[in-house]
Nanobody, 126 residues
Framework: VQLQAFGGGLVQAGGSLRLSCAAS????????MGWFRQPPGKDREFVSA????????YYADSVKGQWTVSGDNAKNTVYLQMNSLKPEDTAVYYC????????????????????WGQGTLVTVSS
């Protein structure tokens, strides 16, 4: 299984970026795909996720209302539209996937996702 994330870069505060992640090698029907991030010197943290079974979406409080997760189940692709970016959003962003549905375990724990992409760096300048 391979997950490849794209779309990171340097942006000014208040700007927007759109990340995308495509999974290959395995279908995640009825499972989930999500985004995590790891700011410099900090632990990896949950950002957002989407359930393929019913389209439910999940967000960290810090991004809820500003960012949007979406995806195409048939293409095993997930997107993260990040608006109103802040310097504290600077991090390496990772996409992750799991075959388990949202009713299993925690949708927000990195340990609940067996499959990970390589990460893409987002830098927000002030």
């Amino acid at each position: 299984v391979q997950l490849q994330a794209f779309g990171g870069g340097l942006v000014q505060a208040g700007g927007s970026l759109r990340l995308s992640c495509a999974a290959s090698g395995r279908s995640f029907n009825n499972g989930m795909m999500g985004w995590f991030r790891q700011p410099p010197g900090k632990d990896r943290e949950f950002v957002s996720a989407i359930s393929w079974s019913d389209g439910s979406t999940y967000y960290a409080d810090s991004v809820k209302g500003q960012w949007t997760v979406s995806g195409d189940n048939a293409k095993n692709t997930v997107y993260l539209q990040m608006n109103s970016l802040k310097p504290e959003d600077t991090a390496v962003y990772y996409c992750a996937a799991r075959r388990a549905p949202q009713t299993w375990g925690s949708t927000r724990s990195p340990g609940s996702y067996p499959y990970w992409g390589q990460g893409t760096l987002v830098t927000v300048s002030s």
